[in-house]
């Protein structure tokens, strides 16, 4: 879907980190934003800059995004509004630990965010675009929606989950030949915001040398790119993520080699232990 000034993105997870440079990156292209996320006061200050800067026009919902009543009531006011254009599912929770000793809690409140939430809002607000002739779906999973890692076993459950959505519905919709694309973004090790800065910044981690991170700020040219080019996948990360996704599907006790001897989850075992220890 060509990118017009005048068209309408919802934008979840929109009050810091990626959410902010995918947001930027569409006000820029003059894209009209409803930012949602649960805090009021980052997303005022995320909205009067994002205007200051771009003369779009932007609104700002705080919700829960792991509520389903409070996204279906947000859906409901968008599609009285006329509906939106283009829907980015960038919300999402992250947080390594030993499973024996997660939070039952917890693990729901991640799936709710991070799967359910962007599969609610994406029906809810389909069939407006089908309707419509136009509209683009953009779900932000990651690389560990690709390959497991230790310690990150809810993650993984939710990003994995968030791929397979994405990549079946977006064969439904060329099935129906639906005037909708679906895309989905898998970073990696990102550089200077996100959750693996906060992994920085909270316990002094660093990325595997031998993958290394990529500037948080590709993530505004990736969206682009996947919208406009109605891309089934983009992923983020050096290296080569793709044959790591696919090594774990052919030969997993090799890929589990791989993994434990070059210490590829040392971050998340860092973050996990310091919360036994704790």
């Known amino acids: 879907m060509k990118i017009e000034a005048g068209q309408t993105a919802l934008v979840t997870g929109a009050s810091r980190g990626m959410g902010v440079i995918m947001a930027r990156a569409l006000a820029r292209r003059g894209?009209?934003?409803?930012?949602?996320?649960?805090?009021?006061?980052?997303?005022?200050?995320?909205?009067?800059?994002?205007?200051?800067?771009?003369?779009?026009?932007v609104d700002t919902v705080a919700v829960d995004l792991g509520d389903?009543?409070?996204?279906?009531?947000?859906?409901?006011?968008?599609?009285?509004?006329g509906g939106v254009d283009i829907l980015l599912n960038n919300a999402g929770l992250e947080s390594a630990c030993r499973y024996d000793l997660a939070d039952p809690a917890g693990i729901q409140q991640m799936i709710a965010?991070?799967?359910?939430?962007?599969?609610?809002?994406?029906?809810?607000?389909?069939p407006g675009m089908i309707a419509r002739?136009?509209?683009?779906?953009?779900?932000?999973?990651?690389?560990?929606?690709?390959?497991?890692?230790?310690?990150?076993?809810t993650y993984n459950a939710s990003?994995?989950?968030?791929?397979?959505?994405s990549r079946a519905l977006r064969l439904t919709a060329e099935d129906n030949g639906w005037p909708v694309g679906v895309s989905v973004i898998c970073p990696g090790f990102m550089a200077g915001t996100g959750m693996y800065h906060d992994m920085q910044?909270?316990?002094?981690?660093?990325?595997?040398?031998?993958?290394?991170?990529?500037?948080a700020e590709q993530m505004g040219p990736a969206l682009i790119r996947a919208i406009e080019n109605n891309l089934p996948d983009v992923v983020l990360m050096k290296g080569?993520?793709?044959?790591?996704?696919?090594?774990?599907?052919?030969?997993?006790?090799?890929?589990?080699w791989i993994m434990h001897t070059f210490k590829l989850a040392a971050p998340f075992k860092v973050v996990a232990q310091s919360k036994t220890s704790a």
């Not at 990003?159 to 959505?165: A, D, E, S």
């Open 133 to 153: 002739g136009r509209g683009h779906i953009v779900n932000i999973a990651s690389v560990a929606g690709l390959m497991a890692t230790p310690y990150e076993e």
């Open 31 to 57: 894209v009209n934003l409803i930012l949602a996320a649960r805090s009021a006061p980052q997303l005022q200050q995320v909205a009067q800059e994002l205007a200051a800067a771009t003369g779009v026009k």
């Open 201 to 215: 910044q909270g316990h002094g981690v660093s990325a595997p040398a031998m993958l290394g991170t990529v500037d």
């Open 113 to 126: 965010v991070n799967l359910t939430g962007p599969m609610l809002l994406s029906r809810l607000l389909l």
């Open 159 to 165: 990003k994995f989950g968030l791929v397979g959505f």
């Open 240 to 256: 080569a993520p793709r044959l790591s996704a696919a090594l774990g599907v052919l030969a997993p006790r090799l890929y589990a």
């Open 68 to 81: 389903s009543a409070a996204l279906t009531r947000l859906a409901e006011d968008l599609i009285a509004r």
